[in-house]
Each structure stands twice: as structure tokens, then as C-alpha cells.
């Protein structure tokens, strides 16, 4: 018997521990962790005064709600038996965070685009991520169930079939697969290609010059961020001495030809900034980098990495250093990453990676889009994490285990509708805490 049909028959053999339509069985744990204790604990390691804008943004809706609950997401998974075939997880792999950005050779792909919470793991902890927010984001929309399936199976469907069609694929080849932007616009109908094509000419926009003018402004003849308390703001105590040490230890991370790059920026300006929902409270910062003269600008983001919401659950990091675990698990997922790739231990030993804050990055308008955009777009995120999941783990086993047939696409819907109900009732329950006072939540920032 040869590597491949064992890899095959290890597949197959187990769907007999973990039938695929099992995966569509979902019912919360009797002792399932109190949601907002979870969410609690983390607060306690995030910036105070940014705690309440955390609440606030996931107030918004059910699915704003779940895209600041992995942690709680994690904890209901972490129950339910799993497959044991491993990939590099995304951790978070819901609807946004996917999206576009430039490669290195300024080509514009569209991939994963978050690896806070990477961690190794069963595939199907992001499969079912992705086909829950599908489901959360169809309900948010107005859709009624059966919409909501449609599009969380369309997710599971494109994954399957893609982990399929790579699994036959030469390592080289499933290395260098990536998705074009290019590629994107035939994969929809021709009634929403003007939009695609809109939000794609408003990606290749989005760079540091473009930050450059709306983030900054010129105070006293000298360029400064904008002050826009609490979501941007200047750090305070930073002298020279402290920012050569940073810059160096983060410089050592990267590749050689990179140094050599960054070293033909000058560093002007940090600021603490607001991003996403999830991250709020985590420390984050901009920092204003100019090259050859004021037009030239580089922003770096620089994004503390704290443990993974997964770890709880699973084999503990082969990484010391959580920023250098989340480079890692974003160059292994991506079929190309940003340059300024890299990692550096903060004041108080914290640990920060380091990107671009703009390089030609897009996402899309989950809350706007037709059934039937909702649908293609969610079975285009299918193909990029089945893509990622392929580079990184076990794919001929998976494939195997996955089949030709629907039943894990029609187990994967059943469980985003369950999940998607969870969903309300919990963010049901956080606006009960907020409106009683036991949590506060700065609305509308």
C-alpha cells in the first residue's frame, strides 16, 4: 500500500469515529461556560478604557457579537468530538476576515487576512467558524433560514470540492495556488461584477500615501497623526532610545533584503489605534515612517499577540513568543505575505507583531450584499481556507475524509442555523448586561 492510499484510508477510517453528518449535530453543553464570563476574563489583560468600546461594537448586532466571540466559539467546539486531521488553523476564520491585499510583486490576491488566534488543529474548528458567521451574517441581513443554509452549505461546498481538487495536486503546485483579484469578477453574476469591480479599484487605493492624508495632517510645518481620542492617539513617554530598541529587536526578525529596505525609513510618529472588534482592548499602535522625503510614507501596525483563544483546548504553541506565532501561522496560511512581516517583545515583555497598516487591503460589505452575492462570496472564503488549510495540513486525508458526496456540506449547514441561534441568544444576553449596568459599552465608536 503506498503514503497516498494510507493517507486515504486513514481518511476514510474516520468517518466510523466522527460520521461527517454528526458535525450537524450541535446542542450547548450543560456546563457550557457563562458567555460573558468569557468574554470578561479576557477584558482583564486588555486596555481599560478601551473595554467599554469593545462591548459597544459587539452590540451592534449578532454578527458583530461573533466576530468578537472566538474565545466563546472555541470553548463550544473544544466539546464536540473532532476529526484529529490537522491543519494550520485561521482560529478565526469568519466572513471578514477574509479579503484582498497586495503581494509582494503588487498583484492583487484575495486570501485569509487575520491569524490572531492561529493555532494547529482539525480543520473542521474553521470550517465551522466560516458557515456560522455565513449563517449570522444571512439572519443579520434579513434572510430567512433556508437562505441562511443555502449560503453556509455553498461555504462547506467550495471547501470540500477545492480540498478535493488540491489534494490530487503536486506539493509545488498546492505551494504556489493562490486566488487572483483578478479571478474574482467571472465567479459572479454579471448584475453584481460593477460592484466587484468598484470595491476592487477602492482596494488598490488603499495605501500608505492614502493614509498619509487621512490620518495625518501638518502641525507647526511638521507632519503629525491625527488625534481622534479614543480610537487614535499619540503615545505618550516614547523617547528616541526606546524606539531604536524596538525598531532594531523587530528589524532582526525579518529577512535581510527587508532590513535593508526598512532601514531607508525614518521613524516619525506612533499612535495607539482602534481596530476591528475582536482586538479592541488589545494594544495596538500605527507607527509613521517616512523614506525619501514627506511623500514617501510607510505605516506599520503594530498589533499586540496575546495567547489563542484555541490553546485552552489544544496542543500548546511550539512558539515561546505569540507575535512570532501568529507570522508564522500567517506566512504558512498565505499564499503571500506582507514584507514588514515580523515580530518584537514590547515594555513589559508584551508581545506585538508588526505589518503593513495599508497595502492595498479591502474587505467586503458583508451587511449590503444580495442573496445571491452573500452566497458566491461565501463559497469563495470556502475556497481560500480549503487553499490554506491544503498548504498547510493533512489534505489527502481530509479529502478522503470529506468525500464526493453532500453530507458534509448538508452537516455544515445544519450547524451554522444551530450556531446562528446560539448567536442571537447570546448577544441577547450581553444587551441585557448592558442595559441592567453590569456591563458597560460605549455605544457608536
Not at 458535525?23 to 457563562?34: L, S
Not at 458557515?131 to 467550495?158: C, F, M
Amino acid at each position: 500500500m503506498t503514503d497516498l492510499a494510507e493517507e486515504r484510508e486513514r481518511g476514510r477510517a474516520v468517518r466510523k469515529e466522527v460520521p461527517r453528518s454528526s458535525h450537524g449535530r450541535w446542542i450547548p453543553a450543560a456546563d457550557r461556560p457563562d458567555p460573558l464570563a468569557v468574554l470578561a476574563d479576557q477584558a482583564r489583560t486588555r486596555e481599560p478604557d478601551l473595554v467599554p468600546v469593545r462591548y459597544g461594537r459587539m452590540a451592534v448586532s449578532p454578527f458583530t457579537y461573533l466576530r468578537g466571540a472566538p474565545a466563546v466559539m472555541a470553548a463550544d467546539l473544544a466539546v464536540q468530538r473532532n476529526t484529529g486531521l490537522r491543519v494550520q488553523l485561521c482560529g478565526d476564520a469568519h466572513l471578514l476576515n477574509f479579503g484582498v491585499f497586495a503581494s509582494p510583486e503588487r498583484t492583487l490576491l484575495f486570501d485569509l487576512n487575520d491569524f490572531d488566534e492561529t493555532l494547529p488543529g482539525p480543520f473542521e474548528w474553521d470550517v465551522k467558524r466560516l458557515v456560522a458567521s455565513v449563517a449570522v451574517a444571512a439572519r443579520d441581513n434579513g434572510l430567512p433560514d433556508a437562505r441562511a443554509r443555502l449560503a453556509a452549505r455553498a461555504a462547506a461546498e467550495s471547501y470540500r470540492l477545492s480540498v478535493r481538487r488540491l489534494a490530487g495536486l503536486g506539493e509545488l503546485d498546492v505551494w504556489y495556488e493562490r486566488i487572483a483579484a483578478a479571478d474574482l469578477v467571472p465567479l459572479v453574476r454579471d448584475l453584481e461584477r460593477a460592484r466587484v469591480e468598484a470595491q476592487l479599484a477602492k482596494a488598490r487605493r488603499r495605501t500608505s500615501l492614502q493614509a498619509l492624508e487621512r490620518l495625518t495632517e501638518v502641525v507647526g510645518g511638521r507632519r503629525r497623526i491625527v488625534q481622534d481620542p479614543p480610537l487614535l492617539e499619540a503615545v505618550a513617554g516614547l523617547d528616541a532610545a526606546s524606539v531604536r530598541k524596538i525598531l532594531s529587536d523587530y528589524r532582526s526578525t525579518l529577512p535581510e533584503d527587508r532590513r535593508v529596505l526598512l532601514d531607508r525609513y525614518r521613524f516619525v510618529e506612533a499612535a495607539r489605534k482602534v481596530v476591528g472588534v475582536g482586538s479592541v482592548g488589545t494594544r495596538c499602535f500605527v507607527a509613521l515612517m517616512t523614506g525619501r522625503d514627506t511623500q514617501d510614507p510607510l505605516f506599520l501596525q503594530i498589533k499586540e499577540a496575546q495567547r489563542s483563544v484555541l490553546e485552552p483546548y489544544l496542543a500548546k504553541s511550539a512558539y515561546r513568543h505569540q507575535g512570532q506565532r501568529v507570522v508564522a501561522g500567517q506566512r504558512l496560511l498565505q499564499a503571500a505575505s506582507d514584507i514588514f512581516l515580523g515580530w518584537v517583545s514590547g515594555p513589559g515583555g508584551r508581545h506585538f507583531y508588526w505589518r503593513q497598516l495599508r497595502d492595498m487591503k479591502g474587505s467586503a460589505d458583508v451587511a449590503s450584499m444580495s442573496p445571491t452575492l452573500l452566497r458566491d462570496y461565501a463559497a469563495l472564503c470556502g475556497r481560500a481556507l480549503a487553499r490554506a488549510h491544503a498548504r498547510s495540513g493533512e489534505r489527502i486525508a481530509i479529502a478522503a475524509y470529506l468525500g464526493a458526496s453532500d453530507t458534509f456540506d448538508r452537516a455544515m449547514g445544519d450547524f451554522a442555523l444551530a450556531y446562528a441561534e446560539r448567536t442571537v441568544e447570546d448577544h441577547r444576553t450581553l444587551l441585557a448586561a448592558i442595559e441592567s449596568g453590569a456591563i458597560e459599552a460605549t455605544p457608536g465608536v
